[in-house]
């Protein structure tokens, strides 16, 4: 098992590496609000936790499996998707050994 973390900027694409282990990810806003992370394959996310950068919006993270989740921000009065940074850690299972 691996766990690890990074950040989502407020943008429509971009990348980082997370850490602890230093995994590569990159990640694509897909529509209003929600973020496709892409990172390498033979981690399979099987939990994780996403975070925003203010206390008035949350975000929720989904979708795992092989090298990817999706994490939904959104605004806590009204449930709308909205874009903005966000934090993510995500345990997976760890096949590059």
Do not use: H, W
């Not at 950040?7 to 209003?32: C, E, K, L, Y």
């Not at 981690?43 to 929720?60: F, K, Q």
């Not at 999706?70 to 709308?80: D, E, L, P, S, Y």
């Amino acid at each position: 098992m691996a766990t690890f973390g990074g950040v989502i900027a407020d943008a429509a694409a971009g990348f980082g590496v997370a850490q602890p282990g230093a995994v590569p990810f990159t990640f694509t806003r897909t529509s209003a609000g929600i973020y496709q992370v892409n990172f390498d394959t033979r981690l399979r996310a099987v939990s994780g936790v996403a975070t925003t950068d203010t206390v008035t919006r949350a975000a929720a993270m989904y979708g795992f499996g092989a090298g990817s989740f999706t994490i939904t921000r959104f605004t806590t009065n009204a449930g709308a998707p909205e874009n903005g940074g966000s934090s993510f850690t995500c345990t997976a299972i760890d096949k590059r050994t």
